[in-house]
């Protein structure tokens, strides 16, 4: 049942349901934990799946974790970026692409539109644009040398709710297992190198 309630969740990772993701916030709803409509993105049509799927009448949304607002997507104002990384770092679907010290850029049509690339940065030079192609509403010190009208990403727009929250929880998945496999890689770098000290330090005691 978790699994069947998670594919029916927009995969935006973003929180607004007071869980650390959508898996997190199906386990919740299965349990009992949690209610049907505590997620923003998803909107009355996630709630209208969910009560359908577990046989329960719809309700709301509930305001009090967010309102539902149109599909936006995240808007790196380059000039602006100075490579801190701090965005890639926060995005859950690796949609960000840079490097330190480097420009950053959003792949538009990968964007889930969670927002938690907005907050770390520490110059704000993220925009969330709602809908792709519309008017940049900044000020006039800030739009030299940009579009006046962001173009829309390609493919961002097709395709079904569905097979977008199922590209979104793959390539959430994705990046759950590199960053499972950094760690276990940075936790053997360590072990090797406390092996390496503990052996320099018996070699001096020896020599001692």
Known sequence: ???????????????QCGFQG????????????????QCPPGGDEGILDLANLLGVAP????????QHKPKSVAFIIEQDCIGCTKCIAACPVDAILG???????????ECTGCEL?????PVDCIIMTNPPGADLHLP??????????????PNNTGGSRAQ????????YEARCLRKEKEEAEKAERAKKKKAALLKLKSASGGNA
């Not at 309700?59 to 967010?66: A, I, M, R, V």
């Not at 490097?99 to 049509?109: P, R």
């Not at 690339?117 to 940065?121: E, L, M, Q, R």
């Open 164 to 171: 977008k929250s199922a590209q979104a929880k793959k390539r």
């Open 99 to 109: 490097a330190a010290k480097f420009m950053h850029t959003v792949i538009a049509s």
């Open 59 to 66: 309700k709301p949304l509930n305001p009090k974790f967010g």
């Open 22 to 37: 959508c898996r997190p916030y199906a386990e919740a709803i299965a349990s009992g934990a949690a209610d049907i409509n």
């Open 1 to 15: 049942m978790i699994d069947q309630i998670n594919a029916l969740l927009p995969q935006t990772q973003c929180g």
């Open 140 to 153: 006039e010190g800030r739009r030299a040398g940009l579009p006046d009208v962001i173009p829309a990403p």
């Open 117 to 121: 690339c907005v907050a770390p940065c």
